[in-house]
Nanobody, 118 residues
Framework: QVQLVESGGGLVQPGGSLRLSCAAS????????MSWFRQAPGKGPEWVSA????????RYADSVKGRFTISRDNAKNTLYLQMNSLKPKDTALYYCASTLLGTTFDYWGQGTQVTVSS
């Protein structure tokens, strides 16, 4: 059965760092492009970052560019999001998602909460 399980969220002060993980199982992880999304309180979902199958190509939303780094370890079937210089606006539920076609996301995780507050 397909699973995407996020972890690593928590409460952090502004300027702090967190590393999120997304553990995949039940499908050929290395064949899928992966993305991170987030949804802040009272707002709609927002695309954050994406990475290709081999990990050599990455994309970021302008709001996180220069602060976040997406990566993957195909041997471990795991996706990561390193978040530095965190801001209160980064507070959200963070999800990982996988896609074969690029326009639709086949699998979604349950999310991990990130709260940035002093």
């Amino acid at each position: 059965q397909v699973q995407l399980v996020e972890s690593g969220g928590g409460l952090v002060q502004p300027g702090g760092s967190l590393r999120l993980s997304c553990a995949a199982s039940g499908f050929t992880f290395s064949s899928y492009y992966m993305s991170w999304f987030r949804q802040a309180p009272g707002k709609g979902p927002e695309w954050v970052s994406a990475i290709n199958t081999g990990g050599g190509s990455t994309r970021y939303a302008d709001s996180v560019k220069g602060r976040f780094t997406i990566s993957r370890d195909n041997a471990k079937n795991t996706l990561y999001l390193q978040m530095n210089s965190l801001k209160p606006k980064d507070t959200a539920l963070y999800y990982c998602a996988s896609t074969l076609l690029g326009t639709t996301f086949d699998y979604w995780g349950q999310g991990t909460q990130v709260t940035v507050s002093s």
